[in-house]
């Protein structure tokens, strides 16, 4: 089997970005190479083109093209063409997809298409309550309607994307998964009293609301610390930096308790979740979130937000606290039982990681992502 990703992402030192669609798609490419399956990954967008490969994997930067007129259209053919000429020379059974602004629109392969819904434009405009281009929303339906088949990496993801396209197609439930292995708890002395945001710092992850909630923290343990991990995103309704109206929330107590830390690596990252005593991620706006998967699998006790995809991967009570961001003294509660008993923290870590382990490891994950795509060879669109 010979299975093809197209991608505007991917964790690699010669691709030009990677967030959470890079990083879900990395653990699968790998998982799926290591289990024997072909696979090409096509990261378009780039500023040169270029072919290699590694560790059993066939990567494709594919450059941007400029045009001057109807550009969006014109690239969207070159990389069609593209795809299409691999997937004949390289006998390519399926290529995949991500929903976001719809790069598949109006494109047609000579083989399966699979978009996985990982969160379109459309998706977090809504959830964020913002008005989408015209344009995106366009393309992203026609991408979703043209596709062959459609996953999700969650129920809630599917069921928001299927009511905002009036999708009348089967969506099938995969998550995302994560290395237990390269995310696993290890010996670092826990900081006490600390706590440990990673992630942009952006509105949509609930990182103002999170001020509010600090500074209800610090009244009660004026000794806390917060680390915040992750680059400063300018504020789409304010075009200011989050960071800074961040920073105008907080207290004057709660101002030197604050320390921002932008850019570090992925393992510096591992260690930083490993020395935090509580970790809290007060999302508005995911599809299945990968620091969710990765805090948890290292053993941390999180105070996540209670929104829709929540209950797919916490278990309230058990493998940590799930609370509305808006509810700043509930929230800020949650945090302190955390920090004030060590015992339920561990208790709860320890549930965090089984959870993941049954349920979101890239070993139970990549099962059933090779389960659908033999299913998929099986089917009359994979004859």
């Known amino acids: 089997m010979h299975l093809g990703f197209l991608t505007p992402e ?57 045009f001057p007129l109807a550009g969006w259209y014109l690239y969207r053919k070159f990389v069609q063409n593209y795809l299409n000429k691999f997937i004949i020379v390289d006998k390519i059974e399926a290529i995949e997809a991500p929903d976001w602004t719809g790069i598949t629109a ?33 393309f992203e339906k026609e991408a979703l309607k043209g596709a062959d088949q459609l996953l999700s990496v969650s129920e809630f993801t599917a069921k928001q994307t299927s009511e905002i ?62 680390l915040l991990l992750g680059k400063d995103v300018k504020d789409i309704f304010e075009e200011r930096s989050t960071l800074e109206l961040f920073q105008q929330k907080l207290s004057p107590e709660a101002k030197g308790r604050v320390q921002h830390i932008p850019g570090v690596s992925y393992e ?22 990968m620091t969710w998967l990765e805090a948890m699998a290292m053993e941390k006790a999180l105070v996540t937000s209670n929104i829709g995809w929540a209950k797919e991967v916490m278990i309230e009570g058990e493998t940590g ?17 955390l920090l004030n008993d060590t015992e339920l923290s561990q208790q709860m870590g320890k549930a965090a990681r089984q959870q993941v382990i049954n ?3 890239t070993e139970v994950v990549v099962q059933r992502n090779i389960e659908f795509y033999r299913s998929l060879r099986r089917s009359p669109e994979g004859d």
């Open 106 to 138: 109006f494109m047609k392969l000579r083989c399966p298409l699979v978009i996985r819904m990982h969160g379109s434009d459309a998706y977090f405009c809504k959830l964020e309550g913002r008005i989408q281009k015209k344009k995106n929303f366009w």
């Open 10 to 66: 991917y964790p690699h030192p010669k691709v030009l970005s990677s967030a959470g669609i890079g990083t879900s798609l990395g653990n699968m490419v790998t998982a799926l190479a290591s289990e024997g399956v072909a696979v090409s990954v096509f990261v378009y967008g780039q500023k040169e083109d270029a072919v290699f490969s590694e560790d059993g994997v066939k990567f494709h930067l594919i450059r941007q093209r400029k």
């Open 268 to 289: 510096k990252i591992r260690e930083y979740i490993a020395s935090a005593a509580v970790v809290v991620l007060p999302s508005f706006a995911e599809a299945l979130p």
């Open 321 to 337: 606290f799930t609370e509305d961001p808006t509810n700043h003294s509930a929230y800020a509660e949650k945090i302190l039982r």
């Open 165 to 226: 396209f009036i999708l009348n197609k089967n969506i099938g439930i995969i998550p995302n998964s994560v290395d237990t292995n390269y995310f696993s708890p290890y010996q670092k002395t826990i900081e006490p009293d600390t706590l440990l945001y990673f992630g942009s710092l952006i509105r949509k992850k609930g990182i103002l609301e999170l001020a509010e909630i600090f500074n209800k923290v610090v009244e009660q343990k004026p000794g806390v610390k917060l």
């Open 359 to 361: 349920n979101f490891s």
